[in-house]
């Protein structure tokens, strides 16, 4: 078992949907988490850092943490065409140490 | 945050043969951290460098293989040697910024 396991998709979705984007993980000692958004030929960028269990909410993304389901998501509203990339999660026991990252989830946003 | 400007962006090897890849940093940081990310994989770390002391390599990853140089707290480069078609995959670099990893933009290897 992956120690940290994401749908690779491809998801491809309507411009206004809502996407779910999601990570299961099998360390319970994970506390950080974390999404990144990777354009095609660029490196990763973060998009959302998560401390522990709860939600995160910036603009049109919602990160949320259950930890007690080993479970992260990240939620995009009203997506554009501009969301269209591939998205990994990754965490660690210690910030920024040792972090562990998804397979990540390519996804598209049809105009 | 901090501004990686890595290179080259791609490149097309012959197998036996060796390439370098260059990250400069636009600030001095502590740690680079080198990854390999091929398709449908996860990112892996391949090792991280300090400046001043030799690289820590994670497991199944050496040395000889992926020979590390980081001369001062603003660059690093990472050797692939004695390339197999295997070793065909992205290569990144990247810092830690406070607030997570900042990434370059990646080398896009391909052995053949």
């Known amino acids: 078992q992956k120690e940290v396991e994401q749908d690779p998709g491809p998801l491809s979705v309507p411009e206004g949907a809502i996407v779910s984007l999601n990570c299961t993980y099998s360390?319970?000692?994970?506390?950080?988490f974390m999404w990144y958004r990777q354009y095609s030929r660029k490196g990763p960028e973060l998009l959302m850092y998560t401390y522990s269990s709860g939600n995160k909410e910036d603009g049109r993304f919602t990160a949320q943490v259950d930890k007690s389901s080993k479970y992260i998501s990240l939620f995009i509203r009203d997506s554009q065409p501009s969301d269209s990339a591939t998205y990994l999660c990754?965490?660690?026991?210690?910030?920024?140490?040792?972090?562990?990252f998804g397979a990540g989830t390519r996804l598209t946003v049809k105009p | 945050s901090a501004v990686i400007s890595q290179k080259p962006s791609r490149d097309i090897c012959q197998r036996g043969t060796s390439l370098t890849i260059q990250c400069q940093v636009d600030s001095q940081v502590t740690m680079m951290f080198w990854y390999r990310q091929q398709p449908g994989q996860s990112l892996t770390l391949i090792a991280t460098?300090?400046?001043?002391?030799?690289?820590t390599y994670e497991s199944g990853f050496v040395i000889d293989k992926f020979p590390i140089s980081r001369p001062n707290l603003t660059f690093s480069t990472l050797t692939v040697s004695n390339m197999s078609p295997e070793d065909s995959s992205i290569y990144l670099c990247?810092?830690?910024w406070g607030s997570g990893y900042t990434f370059g933009s990646g080398t896009r290897l391909t052995v053949v």
């Open positions: 360390n319970s000692a994970f506390q950080y």
């Open positions: 990247s810092v830690d």
């Open positions: 460098a300090n400046q001043g002391s030799e690289a």
């Open positions: 990754a965490m660690s026991q210690v910030y920024n140490n040792d972090m562990r």
